[in-house]
């Protein structure tokens, strides 16, 4: 069925890149999104994870988990932010066909200014430091191609560790992805990494090419961040 176009694309013919407009609002929104996601975590862990007794093998783990940290993201923003943010939003912009579902976001930042250009946060369950396959494929088959992300050249994604180690995980998402993970000077002390990769655009499409994916391990059980200082430069 030939697409016919949706509301987004009426309401906003015209789009740019998450990244730049957002840096119109702050030249540092990128870092400052990102800060309220680690937060987020920090009160996710301090006041909820913490409070119960669990062994990881809970009916709907992973959007139960994303749930709990949208809620706690909205408890850190201060409002002025030039972005909205929502679990398991839309990407209409590549549904394949009038009729078909559209790709749905597990956490999505909603450019206010226009609805249509995101920044999404995938998230994948890592039951070990070696379970990446889920993770792997959410970039190479998504982001990667600009099925995920379109307008805009970042993205993240979220590997919530059950076990093992952060560094070990890392090093098999890089072996994996096949790229090169590095560490972000403005979260030092975080597991937090970034790949450089070029896009597979479609062809007549404006996507941005070059894309930045940021990846955030999150450790779920038997964690405690009370150690962990969060950015105030930002």
């Keep these: ?9 009426k309401r906003y013919p015209n789009t740019g890149d ?3 407009l957002a840096k119109v609002w702050n030249p540092d929104a990128i870092s400052i999104l990102i800060k309220l996601v680690w937060e987020g975590y920090d009160l996710l862990v301090s006041e909820f994870l913490s409070q119960i007794n669990f062994d990881g093998n809970e009916e709907q783990l992973e959007r139960s988990i994303t749930q709990a940290l949208v809620l706690k993201i909205h408890q850190v923003k201060t409002g002025d932010e030039p972005f909205l943010v929502l679990q398991e939003a839309y990407e209409f912009e590549t549904s394949k066909s009038a009729q078909a579902q559209p790709p749905q976001y597990d956490i999505a930042f909603i450019l206010i200014a226009n609805d249509r250009i995101i920044w999404p946060l995938e998230a994948k369950i890592l039951k070990s430091d070696v379970d990446v396959t889920e993770y792997v494929k959410e970039i190479n088959n998504n982001f990667l191609t600009c099925r995920y992300a ?6 993240g994604m979220l590997g ?8 070990k995980a890392f090093s098999k998402i890089a072996t994996e992805v096949k790229c090169r993970l590095n560490k972000d000077p403005i979260f030092p002390n975080r597991d937090h990494r970034n790949s450089d990769h070029q896009r597979i655009v479609p062809s007549g499409k404006p996507y941005p090419m070059n894309f930045r994916c940021c990846h955030l391990l999150f450790k779920i059980i038997a964690m405690s961040t009370n150690n962990i200082s969060s950015v105030d430069s930002i």
């Design 18 to 20: 998450f990244v730049e």
């Design 160 to 167: 919530y560790l059950f076990s093992g180690d952060s560094n």
């Design 150 to 155: 379109p307008f805009s050249s970042q993205g």
């Design 1 to 9: 069925m030939v697409r016919r176009g949706n509301i987004f694309e």
